[in-house]
């Protein structure tokens, strides 16, 4: 069993910068994936940068450029570096481990990252 903590959410005004983590229990030794998924009101969740455990990442065209991410095997945990923030960034933002793109893989609870403008 896999769980997943996310921190580093919060209010911040446009234009700044967060840094989002989630550390991981359990063994994550077979999640290939590590990502970020973000959702807010009245939207489907959706892709924001996911990483390959060979270090290969992908990004949502929408914040490529700004946000990166990275993972550190070692201490079983994922970042999401998000910089030039804008209000349409505000959502739950959410921490998700797979083994391949297929699987459903394991959740984390959300962390609300608000942008004001």
């Known amino acids: 069993q896999v769980q997943l903590v996310e921190s580093g959410g919060g209010l911040v005004q446009s234009g700044g910068s967060l840094r989002l983590s989630c550390a991981a229990s359990?063994?994550?030794?077979?999640?290939?994936?590590m990502g970020w998924y973000r959702q807010a009101p009245g939207k489907q969740r959706e892709l924001v940068a996911r990483?390959?455990?060979?270090?290969?990442?992908n990004y949502a065209d929408s914040v490529k450029g700004r946000f990166t991410i990275s993972r550190d095997n070692a201490k079983k945990a994922v970042y999401l570096q998000m910089n030039s923030l804008k209000p349409e960034d505000t959502a739950v933002y959410y921490c998700?481990?797979?083994?391949?793109?297929?699987?459903?893989?394991?959740w984390g609870q959300g962390t609300q990252v608000t942008v004001s403008s």
């Open positions: 990483i390959q455990d060979d270090g290969a990442t």
């Open positions: 359990g063994s994550i030794f077979s999640m290939i994936w």
């Open positions: 998700n481990v797979r083994r391949s793109l297929g699987d459903v893989g394991y």
